[in-house]
């Protein structure tokens, strides 16, 4: 201020001197004085002038609001350029601030697993991200401020939406929502700021398939304990109240053994499969060798056999060969029962005196395969898929009279998988089935010897 009002005066009292030594030839007092005040005037009126001049050049420099340099660095104007100047560029950084924030959040909204709508107060759509696109199918170009109940057209999503109640979420069809293969879909609504509404929407198809299967998976098991149930109950009031002879007496018993084994069956597969889904992967430590796995198949398939055929002429002829006299690195009791299951399999669903080849050899990629022929009643394609599925049974009466659960194939697919493995099942109606399991070539023992086919014979060494 000093400055400006210094500047001022020096402007006046040179314009003063300049009027003075202008007007100091006429040699008259009087003409001098007139000189002298109209410098003095003069030069007041050109600090103004130039003053304005600054003061001019501010105010363009604000209009453009050019925050990156001041509009002049000295005086008053100087000052004041450069407060402003300071103030915009703070303005600036809490704009550009505020743009990030705004920015981080969509971003965060963009990256949720679920579908996010931001309404305003007239339920027109301000924002969503790429998964509401993907649930409702809308565009970024065309749908933005189009009103949501235009856009998702769905009677129970309508009357949601125009009922202001929402404290349930709703649960709707899907927009690729088909008979054969239905999409659910779980959206709620969640008022927000004036009037606004977000909207989540969450794909639930997967979770309700999963309560679906848990639902039929209470009702089969129900369903198996049940009848065996039942049919013990039944004997147990026949011994209770009538009066049997002693052969009598213990062909029921007898009766009702066969159905506690079958109850007793059912849990331990149960218990099996349980384990299976709720134990961590077999690990690279354990590992079993495959003559004496496949000598215990031996043993257990020819027992079987045995027990199954009424005579030894009726007995099937089986055939084991081990082409790799080395380890399988896996969970030994996982598979065996994998392999034991499709044996039994094998034996049990076979008519007498048929033929069953087991053998267990190396691809020419490296993995190993086992395998189960038999030339047995074979299974029709269309229950091939569905194989593996728990309690699936292609002939159920069947199935229960050679003791079966209907669980074998499940637990088989788990460990398969548990093992990095592959179930492959071949078979032709009236003529036959082959199940392998292949293990990748990681899984074989390196020091495996392979022992060429010729060497092997017929039955195990
Ligand atoms: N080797 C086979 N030959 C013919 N049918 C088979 C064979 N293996 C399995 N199946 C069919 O697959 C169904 C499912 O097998 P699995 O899961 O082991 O159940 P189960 O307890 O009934 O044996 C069986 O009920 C049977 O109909
Ligand atoms: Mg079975």
């Known amino acids: 201020m000093f400055w400006r009002f210094f500047s001022f005066v020096a402007f006046q009292f040179v314009g003063g001197i300049l009027g003075w030594y202008a007007t100091s030839f006429t040699q008259t007092s009087s003409s001098e004085r007139v000189g002298t005040l109209v410098g003095v005037v003069l030069g007041g009126v050109l ?16 209009r453009v609001g050019d925050a990156s340099d001041a509009a002049m660095r000295t005086g008053l104007w100087g000052e004041v350029s450069d407060r402003v100047r300071r103030l915009l560029r703070s303005r600036e950084q809490v704009a550009r601030d505020s743009q990030q924030r705004l920015q981080d959040f969509l971003a965060a909204f963009q990256a949720s697993p679920n579908g996010v709508v931001l309404l305003d107060a007239r339920g027109q759509i301000e924002w969503f991200n790429q998964m509401a696109v993907a649930h409702f199918g809308f565009e970024p170009e065309r749908d933005l401020l189009q009103h949501l109940g235009n856009l998702v057209r769905d009677p129970g999503f309508a009357a949601y939406f125009s009922g202001h109640d929402y404290r349930q979420e709703l649960v709707m069809p899907g927009r690729q929502s088909t008979p054969t293969r239905p999409v659910k879909l779980s959206v709620h609504l969640h008022p927000y700021g004036e009037g606004r509404l977000l909207l989540i929407s969450r794909d639930i198809t ?3 398939q999963a309560e679906a299967m848990r639902r039929d998976f209470v009702a089969n098991v129900s369903h198996e304990i049940r009848t065996p149930l039942t049919v013990l109950a039944g004997f147990v009031e026949t011994l209770q109240t009538l009066e049997l002879d002693q052969s009598e007496r213990a062909r029921y018993l007898a009766l009702m053994a066969q159905q506690a084994t079958r109850m007793q069956t ?14 961590p992967p077999p690990g690279v430590t354990d590992s079993v060798a495959l003559p004496q796995l496949m ?43 994998a392999m034991s299951n499709l044996l039994s399999n094998a034996i049990r669903y076979m008519p007498d005196g048929g033929e069953i080849q087991v053998r267990m050899c190396r691809l020419p990629d490296g993995r190993a ?23 699936y049974r292609v002939d159920r009466s069947r199935s229960r009279d050679t003791g079966g ?20 099942i071949d078979s032709t109606l009236g003529q036959g089935s082959t199940f392998r399991i292949i293990f990748p070539a990681s899984r074989v023992n390196p020091l495996v010897v392979e022992r060429s086919q010729g060497q092997s014979g017929g039955n195990r060494e």
């Open 47 to 62: 600090w103004f002038l130039l003053d304005t001049s600054r003061g001019a050049r501010l105010l363009r420099w604000l």
């Open 206 to 208: 997967a979770l309700e």
């Open 266 to 279: 059912l849990v331990s597969d149960l218990l099996t499969l349980s384990s299976l889904e709720g134990s």
């Open 295 to 337: 000598a215990q198949l031996e043993q257990e398939g020819r027992a079987l056999s045995a027990a199954l055929s009424p005579t030894a002429k009726a007995a099937h002829h089986l055939v084991f060969d081990c082409l790799l006299a080395g380890d399988l690195v896996g969970a030994p009791n996982e598979l065996h029962s």
């Open 369 to 391: 395969e086992f395998s189960v022929q038999d030339n047995g009643p074979g299974i029709a394609p269309e229950h091939l898929p569905r194989l593996t599925e728990r309690f």
């Open 405 to 424: 659960t209907g669980l074998g194939l499940a637990i088989v697919k788990h460990v398969v998988q548990r093992h990095g493995a592959e179930l492959k």
